[in-house]
């Protein structure tokens, strides 16, 4: 066995939602440790911004610009990454969105636009990765679900159902996949501080709930969220599947 991450040098590793907060500091941190990142995401700009970033480790990192609800074109980019590639050694499932609203404001669109990013999308980039990592015989797929997954929280149904979703796909998928030796297991972050978040903390009320909630009365950065990915992808993990791991400061301890 390497030590630490070592074994992460050279591997190739599919991050969708890879170019914006907690999604970019996953994909620096481990093209860090030498992997080749290949981000998926939606705006140019902050995809551009965070090859260069990528680069500056060396290695061999792109980009794909893709709204990942549009399956067929997920599908074909999933061809062409291994096409360049060869293979995908790990997938980070990590695109997601929120709509914050009570429940008996919520629309069908909004339920519908939450679920397909969040959900839908997540499975079908998991099946498309699955039939290649299924031939090779190996491979790891780790989700970023959420506490609101296990505890429900204000204005969040859509989210809340659909990250529940995404932890009970999870164990779906790690029971049926094992057999080819894929590993597929979950983080489960609490409310992060990153500038997609920083207008939701505005409300004083808001953040002082959500810091009596947490037991470390603090929040978390994108850092302490990696640090489970990093472990997931690495050697460190091949004994464990269909976990989720909880980065909530003991949130859903109490």
């Not at 030498?34 to 998926?40: E, H, P, Y």
């Not at 499975?123 to 290649?132: A, H, R």
């Amino acid at each position: 066995m390497t030590k630490g991450f070592d074994d992460l040098k050279g591997k190739n590793i599919v991050v969708t939602g890879g170019n914006k907060g907690i999604g970019q500091q996953i994909s620096k941190d481990l093209a860090e440790f030498g992997a080749n990142i290949i981000v998926i995401g939606r705006d140019i700009t902050s995809l551009n911004e965070t090859l260069t970033i990528l680069k500056r480790n060396g290695g061999y990192h792109s980009i794909y610009v893709l709204d990942i609800t549009k399956i067929n074109e997920v599908e074909k980019t999933i061809e062409t990454i291994i096409k360049n590639y060869g293979t995908i050694d790990v997938l980070v499932n990590n695109a997601g969105i929120n709509i914050t609203k009570p429940a008996l404001e919520i629309q069908e669109d909004d339920w519908d636009k939450v679920l397909d990013i969040n959900l839908k999308s997540l499975f079908f980039i998991s099946q498309f990765v699955g039939k290649y990592m299924s031939k090779e015989g190996k491979g790891k797929i780790i989700n970023i679900a959420s506490q609101v997954g296990f505890v429900g929280y204000f204005n969040r149904a859509p989210y809340a159902s659909s990250k529940g979703g995404v932890i009970q796909l999870t164990k779906s998928l790690a029971v049926e996949w094992a057999k080819y030796n894929i590993n597929v297991n979950a983080v489960a972050p609490t409310f992060v501080e990153t500038s997609l978040t920083e207008k939701m903390f505005e409300s004083q009320e808001f953040k002082e709930d959500v810091l009596e909630r947490i037991l470390f009365h603090k929040l978390p950065t994108p850092n302490d969220i990696s640090g489970a990915v990093l472990y997931l992808s690495s050697q460190l993990s091949n004994f464990v599947t269909g976990e989720t791991i909880k980065v909530d400061g003991g949130w859903t301890a109490m």
